[in-house]
């Protein structure tokens, strides 16, 4: 009678262990019928309380819901916005991440920098200086810088490189307000205004106006006004030299109206690059106020971890949690998807839309890029196949999405999604926030009352996104030529130690392996795309010419310990 109760006890094991293998075959496909509905239905605009989102306000909350079957039925009816070259790739992609949710393995550098032994012989060093304090006796310097917050700051160091060639006192930068940004945000509202006038002190003379006698100057009427249009992009220091040091000399002012990238990256005589170098990454530190919100940000993407990044320190001062290594749940990836009207408008490309993007796009050109406008009437502009295949279009959504699948983030990867007003709307990222559902934005990580003070001032919006995005355990750009994108991945250069991995995809490479879309299969997809990326990781100095605000590996800017320590050039 004692013989048979095992066999009993091991049957009903086995029933239970049948059980739960078939709930969770359930919920497998349950999950992927879902992801695919999804891809192949773009669904209606989506409830203002969606069971997707991850709730990031509470500590250590992370629950995931699926959809309802009503919610699925009207997957099922949604319409098309965008008809797409990609949709079996991105059903490919559904099916992976589905496979993959319950792996524990990702590829082994995909948190991580590489090419780290290398990359971490480079170290910051554009804070030590070998020159006397200017005197800045020469005049004043007065600038107006334009565009949003990534050119307003490069403008900023550019001046400040300026001001030291010309031996000028510069006066506070102010910034232009734009019909584009709507901000009118000034420097003491985005960036410590004492702490950047006492940290440049041993450099540069700083005042916050103009003195009392030359307040009342016609500046344009004495001709002490240079714009834009005066200066050449990418000016060479002789220039200032030769032009606007006798001017400056005669009138005592002169102020640069729309400055921008108005000073070359070489040739420059190395100490200026190095305080260009020293401005950026050391001078200019933002107010309490948005370091407070984007410490929050930060905070709550890695879950109330209570540690922080190598990075936050540098980018939020006094809010930074104490030092210590993040867990490996708590990482998250952020990600600039640079798909703003404007960008996609002037490039010319084709997304998808049909004839009535063309007509919009046409309509956006006309009244903000005329010249391309003329340009393209006047001369036969290559087709958008042809764009598309030099690598010369923005990355859609979907090829953003496929990219990453494709390097191996699994579904569940938190990701910070930053920018804003995307082309075509919510329904345009249904591919991104499909497949990874735990992405979200500064908007769905603040209350209301916390982004309130932010809510009107384009450029203080930006700064949050910057300082996140910087923060980042893995930054991900779509283009490679954004200023956010290339100050961010910069600064995490400069102070990453070579831990900072950052995704700059080859818009090229990847166009000739999404052109083979119809033929590829899901494994040399992911393959091609891994190596493609890896290409573009690797460690090299400032190429000639580049900025050093995007290539601080330079000696003017870092040091590189495995070189012989010499004395640099006077």
Not at 205 to 219: A, G, H, M, T
Not at 393 to 403: A, I, S, Y
Not at 485 to 494: A, H, K
Not at 542 to 555: D, H, M, Q, T
Request: net charge positive.
């Amino acid at each position: 009678m004692q013989q048979p109760q095992p066999k009993m006890k091991k049957k009903v094991v086995t029933n239970r262990s049948r059980l739960t293998i078939g709930i969770l075959l359930a919920f497998f496909i349950l999950t992927n019928f879902w992801m695919l509905s999804r891809i192949q239905d773009s669904p209606p605009p989506p409830p203002s309380s969606s069971s997707l989102k991850l709730r990031f306000l509470k500590s250590n909350s992370s629950t995931l819901s699926l959809p309802s079957q009503d919610q699925l039925r009207k997957i099922a009816k949604g319409k098309k916005p965008h008809k797409t070259a990609y949709a079996r790739l991105l059903y490919k992609a559904a099916h992976a991440l589905a496979e993959n949710q319950y792996k524990s393995t990702e590829p082994k550098d995909l948190w991580l920098e590489p090419y780290h032994a290398v990359a971490s012989l480079w170290q910051p060093c554009a804070d030590q200086r070998v020159w006397k304090p200017s005197e800045g006796n020469n005049g004043y310097i007065l600038v107006t810088a334009n565009g949003g917050i990534n050119q307003q700051r490069v403008a900023v160091c550019n001046i400040v490189a300026v001001a030291r060639l010309l031996n000028a006192t510069l006066v506070i930068p102010t910034f232009m307000f734009s019909s584009v940004w709507r901000d009118t945000s000034q420097f003491a509202d985005i960036y410590q205004e004492d702490f950047f006038i006492d940290y440049l002190k041993p450099d540069i003379r700083i005042v916050k106006e103009l003195p009392k006698e030359l307040q009342s100057l016609d500046l344009e009427a004495i001709g002490s006004v240079v714009t834009d249009v005066d200066i050449a992009k990418e000016t060479r220091p002789s220039f200032y030299l030769k032009h606007i040091l006798p001017l400056l000399m005669k009138n005592r002012v002169v102020h640069f109206v729309g400055f921008g990238n108005r000073l070359a990256s070489d040739p420059i005589p190395y100490h200026l690059q190095r305080l260009r170098c020293r401005c950026n990454f050391h001078a200019l530190q933002f107010t309490p106020k948005i370091q407070a919100t984007a410490a929050l940000l930060i905070q709550r993407m890695r879950q109330n971890a209570t540690h922080s990044g190598i990075l936050d320190e540098n980018l939020v001062g006094p809010f930074a949690k104490s030092k210590g290594k993040i867990k490996k749940d708590f990482r998250y990836l952020a990600l600039h998807l640079r798909f703003e009207i404007d960008m996609v408008a002037h490039s010319l490309c084709d997304f998808g839309g049909g004839e009535e993007e063309k007509k919009e796009l046409q309509a956006y050109r006309e009244i903000h890029f005329p010249g391309l406008v003329e340009l393209n009437n006047s001369t036969k502009v290559p087709q958008p196949e042809r764009l598309k295949a030099e690598g010369l279009c923005p990355l859609m959504p979907e090829e953003t999405v496929l990219m990453l699948a494709g390097l191996g983030f699994k579904r569940e990867t938190r990701m910070y999604l930053a920018g804003a007003h995307i082309y075509g709307g919510k329904s345009r990222l249904d591919a991104l926030t499909t497949l990874f559902p735990n992405m979200v934005t500064k908007e769905d990580l603040l209350s209301p009352s916390e982004i309130e003070p932010f809510l009107n001032f384009s450029s203080q919006l930006a700064a949050l996104d910057l300082i996140t995005c910087t923060a980042s355990d893995v930054f991900a750009m779509t283009d490679s030529g954004s200023q956010l994108s290339s100050l961010v991945s910069g600064y995490r250069v400069y102070y990453g130690g070579g831990k900072m991995p950052t995704i700059r995809p080859n818009k090229r490479r990847l166009a000739d392996i999404f052109m083979k879309n119809d033929t590829i299969e899901w494994k040399v997809f992911e393959t091609r795309i891994r190596k493609a990326v890896r290409q573009n990781k690797r460690v090299f100095s400032r190429p000639v010419g580049r900025s050093v605000y995007r290539y601080p590996r330079c000696s003017e800017c870092m040091c590189n310990t495995q070189e012989a320590i010499r004395p640099p050039p006077r």
